[in-house]
């Protein structure tokens, strides 16, 4: 069983910060891609950004310049560093990591429960 645990949402005011955190846990062999998405209410579930086991690093258009994917392989985290929060941001933040089990079998993708995120104006 694996699980990938979100922590880090919440209110914040336009313009300010936030960090979420997502780490994974359970019988991992590694961790090929890590990211995190986001659906907005009446919207479809978007990337917001993710990164790759060797660090590579995509983000959408949207958020570039304002957030910063990064990860600790040794812990199975990935963080999200949010700032310059604006309210058309808000949404429901989902963490997904493409998890291999054993090195012989092609990566499964999770998704972590999500995390609400809400920018005021």
């Known amino acids: 069983q694996v699980q990938l645990a979100e922590s880090g949402g919440g209110l914040v005011q336009s313009g300010g910060s936030l960090r979420l955190s997502c780490a994974a846990s359970g019988s991992i062999f590694s961790i090929d891609t890590m990211g995190w998405y986001r659906q907005a209410p009446g919207k479809q579930r978007e990337l917001v950004a993710d990164i790759t086991l060797r660090g590579t690093i995509n983000y959408a258009d949207s958020v570039k310049g304002r957030f910063t994917i990064s990860r600790d392989n040794a812990k199975n985290t990935v963080y999200l560093q949010m700032n310059s929060l604006k309210p058309e941001d808000t949404a429901v933040y989902y963490c997904?990591?493409?998890?291999?089990?054993?090195?012989?079998?092609?990566?499964?993708?999770?998704w972590g429960q999500g995390t609400q995120v809400a920018v005021s104006s």
């Open positions: 997904n990591a493409n998890i291999r089990l054993t090195w012989y079998r092609a990566p499964l993708t999770h």
